[in-house]
């Protein structure tokens, strides 16, 4: 019961922040320049191995941390999220042994959706850019993209038998980023914000098709897979409200709701609704 409480509190505070708002004045603010991007997504990359191996040392995760900070820091004042705060708590209490099953999908999955919104934010940014910065702003997002690529390959194998789907989607759309072609930045664009959608819809989708499975048998999973999908609910939830707020409370309620009520089949079709584009 205390656990369930935990999860629920946690998902309810959740989505109250997350929204990408970058307005004009924002937009003029400096971001992280390309040596900062790419720290960033190493020390990610080195917490993420270090926290998921058999005796994961906190005290040089922390110090990983550090270095990702002036990323989290820049998206937390423009996207009115709370990370830097957020995941230094959940560090915090993995380290002292409390809850690490949930803390540490806060972790792995916080990671990610501050990646996603740099990743918009270099989208957005690269629209209104002069050539030299929209070719920084390419370069920024691929850099980006590696923090995340793990999670299309994922989704790849769970969902299309391995073969590369979602990953080869994205590196198309990557592949039309750097060229010098200012006439197809829109539609590449546009499918680099879709196969992100598909691949946290889909992994939404994963984790309630997970609790379907275990809801009989195993609620202290259940209860880390809610955490896990409500995580990955926080990184397309933006574009859904934008779309249907009726369907963003939907979702919503269906995340807080008894694990006996949870459908998989219905979650996809709200989600191919909110979101506008097919999963799979």
């Known amino acids: 019961m205390e656990t369930m409480l935990y999860v629920l509190a946690f998902i309810q505070l959740a989505f109250v922040s997350g929204s990408f708002a970058a307005d004009a004045n924002e937009t003029k603010q400096a971001v992280p320049d390309l040596a900062a991007v790419?720290?960033?997504?190493?020390?990610?990359?080195?917490?993420?191995?270090?926290?998921?191996?058999?005796?994961?040392?906190?005290?040089?995760?922390?110090?990983?941390?550090?270095?990702?900070?002036?990323?989290?820091?820049?998206?937390?004042?423009?996207?009115?999220?709370?990370?830097?705060?957020?995941?230094?708590?959940?560090?915090?209490?993995?380290?002292?042994?409390?809850?690490?099953?949930?803390?540490?999908?806060?972790?792995?999955?916080?990671?990610?959706?501050?990646?996603?919104?740099?990743?918009?934010?270099?989208?957005?940014?690269?629209?209104?850019?002069?050539?030299?910065?929209?070719?920084?702003?390419?370069?920024?997002?691929?850099a980006y993209f590696e923090v995340i690529r793990p999670t299309l390959a994922r989704r790849d194998k769970g969902f299309f038998e391995g073969k590369k789907t979602l990953e080869a989607a994205a590196d198309a759309a990557l592949e039309q980023l750097s060229k010098d072609d200012t006439g197809n930045l829109l539609t590449a664009s546009r499918e680099l914000e879709d196969v992100i959608a598909r691949t946290y819809a889909l992994s939404m989708l994963y984790e309630f098709e997970e609790i379907e499975k275990l809801r009989d048998s195993d609620l202290a999973t259940c209860d880390v897979k809610r955490v896990e999908a409500g995580m990955f609910y926080r990184i397309i939830q933006q574009r859904i409200e934008k779309r249907s707020p009726k369907t963003n409370e939907i979702l919503l309620n269906t995340i807080n709701g008894s694990y006996g009520a949870m459908n998989s089949q219905e979650l996809e079709k709200y989600l191919v609704a909110g979101l506008g584009i097919k999963l799979r």
């Open 38 to 142: 790419k720290q960033y997504v190493k020390a990610v990359q080195e917490i993420e191995k270090n926290r998921n191996g058999k005796t994961p040392d906190w005290a040089a995760i922390d110090a990983q941390y550090e270095l990702t900070l002036p990323v989290i820091k820049d998206i937390d004042v423009k996207c009115k999220t709370h990370y830097a705060e957020e995941l230094g708590d959940a560090m915090k209490k993995c380290a002292s042994g409390e809850k690490i099953a949930v803390n540490g999908q806060i972790i792995g999955k916080g990671f990610q959706h501050v990646t996603v919104l740099a990743i918009r934010q270099q989208l957005d940014l690269m629209a209104k850019a002069s050539p030299a910065g929209e070719k920084a702003s390419k370069e920024r997002i691929a």
